[in-house]
């Protein structure tokens, strides 16, 4: 009986470990009407509904303001109060993009795209799509190499440069499918997420089919966020 006793309380010791983390993200919205002033329930990436397709997008220039962990949810084990960027190995500006059509098809060129930051425009540098079965293919390899390797060994950490293909041709899509989830690099460094910063995102110029956008520029606004993690 005192077994199972220790056991249960291990795994109920277990179960209270978590986490909180919030800080401040780009987030895009189209129109006059803006996005609301926090974001408790965080959707990544982000849904912009416009005339003929559904954009799914995000900016990887989110600011992480504090993190603290907590033995059950009481007794903190870990705090972080300075501003990180999530993606700090980020050496561009990066944005992810995916495409929705609607009742008739899409075609789009990604590397057309225009990105505002301020009063400066930014065209993209490159543009990727990731090879899902060559991700599974290297993380696989990567598995199988850890468990294979002394725990002296130290092995390299798989980057997602190595299962990404360049788009370099137009994308069509029928109605109703998606596009694949293109990443988009443009030749500026990341921008904090800042009421005193204007960051815009243009498709016009990338759509070929004449799809009336009454809602021209897709805008971000920064806002807080906040989740908890276990």
Same mark, same amino acid.
């Given at each position: ?7 249960? #309380? @291990? ?9 909180? %983390? ?20 965080? !959707? ?5 509904? #416009? ?5 799914? +997008? ?6 992480? !303001? ?5 033995? #059950?949810?009481?007794?903190? $084990?870990?705090?972080? @109060? ?10 561009? #500006? ?27 425009? @930014?065209?993209? $540098? ?19 190499? %850890? ?24 994308? !069509? ?11 988009? !690099? ?14 815009? +995102?243009? +498709? ?8 009336? @956008? ?17």
């Amino acid at each position: 009986m005192g077994f199972r006793v220790y056991v249960l #309380l @291990f795994f109920f010791l277990l179960s209270g470990c978590g986490g909180f %983390r919030g800080g401040i993200e780009s987030v895009p919205y189209a129109g006059d009407i803006e996005p609301q002033q926090t974001s408790t329930n965080r !959707t990544w990436p982000h849904e912009i509904i #416009l005339p003929g397709l559904t954009a799914h +997008l995000s900016l990887n220039n989110t600011i992480r !303001t504090y993190q603290y962990e907590v033995m #059950l949810y009481v007794l903190p $084990t870990y705090l972080n @109060f300075s501003d990180e960027f999530q993606h700090r190995d980020a050496e561009s #500006l990066e944005l992810t993009l995916q495409i929705t059509a609607h009742n008739s098809g899409v075609t789009i060129d990604p590397r057309r795209l225009i990105l505002a930051v301020d009063d400066k425009e @930014f065209r993209p $540098t490159a543009v990727w799509v990731n090879n899902l079965q060559r991700e599974r293919q290297v993380i696989d390899a990567y598995v199988t190499a %850890r468990r294979q390797a002394s725990p002296d060994q130290s092995l390299p950490i798989p980057r997602s440069s190595e299962w990404r293909d360049a788009v370099t041709a137009l994308v !069509t899509i029928r109605p109703g499918e998606k596009s694949p989830r293109f990443v988009v !690099t443009f030749s500026a460094p990341l921008p904090s997420p800042s009421p005193d910063r204007a960051l815009s +995102l243009n +498709l016009i110029p990338a759509i070929s089919e004449p799809i009336l @956008f009454d809602k021209s520029l897709i805008r971000f606004k920064p806002l807080r966020w906040s989740e908890g993690y276990s």
